[in-house]
Each structure stands twice: as C-alpha cells, then as structure tokens.
C-alpha cells in the first residue's frame, strides 16, 4: 500500500487499499529536531469513502481523533519495524 506524505503535525502519511478497506496511517517520529517517518499503523472496516473523507479534511490530526482514533469499528495493528522500513 502506498503511504501518501500529508500536511500535519500529527500524521506524517496515509494510504487505503480499498480492496480489504484498510487505511494506513504514519505518524511522524522527531529524531535530533527533524522530523522523520515513523511506525505505520493499519486499520481496519475503513472504507473509499471514509479515505475520502479524511484526505479532504483540513486538519487530518482532529480528523483522527475525532472518526478513528478509539473508535471500535476500527480496530487497528501496528507494523512490524521491518515492515516499516519497507513503506
């Protein structure tokens, strides 16, 4: 899945494959004052439209909070590191 870079302070990028209904987010990690992509978290039940929503949101860090982040209808995983480094 393609991890597309956004603008925000919360969330470094997101992708969605539609197929499974799986949105990806990166949140960014602060290393010596820069900041670099971090852990890649998937989660599940999120469908084209809800992916819509979110890339058209002003602010995709209230977005988050607000539709995703503990909400039960998307449980989420975490990527192994190695499979961060892949993204």
Avoid: C
């Avoid at 603008?7 to 990690?29: C, E, V, W, Y």
């Avoid at 290393?31 to 809800?50: C, M, Q, R, T």
């Amino acid at each position: 899945m393609t991890i597309i870079p956004v603008s925000s302070s919360q969330i470094h990028g997101i992708g969605h494959d539609p197929l499974t209904n799986t949105l990806a987010i990166q949140f960014p990690r602060r290393e010596k004052g820069e900041v670099l992509p971090g852990w890649i978290y998937h989660y599940s039940n999120f469908d084209a439209a809800k992916f819509a929503e979110f890339q058209a949101a002003e602010s995709k860090g209230i977005f988050f909070g607000k539709h995703i982040k503990g909400n039960e209808a998307h449980p989420f995983q975490k990527l192994p590191a190695k499979e961060k480094a892949a993204e």
